[in-house]
C-alpha cells in the first residue's frame, strides 16, 4: 500500500517561504498523478496544487503565482515550493497519491 509521507513544515513569519517534499516508496510517485491539500483549523481540507506523469501543473486560484509544484524523479520525491507565504496559507498540508494520504505536516504563517 502506498505510504506518502510529508516534510518541511514549519513557522515562518509572512512574505517568508517554506518548501514541502512528499515521498513514497519505489516509483509511486513517477508513475501517478500527484496532489497537495490542505487543512485549516475549523475548515475543511482543501485541494491546494497537482501535478500529473507528465509534468503538466495546476494551482487553486488562492495560491497561483506563489507555489509551484515540481518533481525530483531521482529521488521519487514531489515538491511544493511556497513563496510570498501569508498567515491565511496556515495549516496542515497533506500528499495525496493513488488514493493514500500522508500523516501530514504543520506550516504556520505569522502575520
Known amino acids: 500500500q502506498v505510504q506518502p509521507v510529508e516534510s518541511g513544515g514549519g513557522l515562518v513569519q509572512a512574505g517568508g517561504s517554506l518548501r514541502l517534499s512528499c515521498a513514497a516508496s519505489?516509483?509511486?510517485?513517477?508513475?501517478?498523478?500527484m496532489r497537495w491539500y490542505r487543512q485549516a483549523p475549523g475548515k475543511q481540507r482543501e485541494w491546494v496544487a497537482g501535478?500529473?506523469?507528465?509534468?503538466?501543473?495546476n494551482y487553486a486560484d488562492s495560491v497561483k503565482g506563489r507555489f509551484t509544484v515540481s518533481r525530483d524523479y531521482a529521488k521519487n520525491t514531489v515538491h511544493l515550493q511556497m513563496n510570498s507565504l501569508k498567515p491565511e496559507d496556515t495549516g496542515v498540508y497533506y500528499c495525496?497519491?493513488?488514493?493514500?494520504w500522508g500523516q501530514g505536516t504543520q506550516v504556520t504563517v505569522s502575520s
Open positions: 501535478i500529473t506523469t507528465r509534468s503538466i501543473t
Open positions: 495525496y497519491v493513488r488514493n493514500a
Open positions: 519505489g516509483s509511486i510517485l513517477s508513475f501517478n498523478d
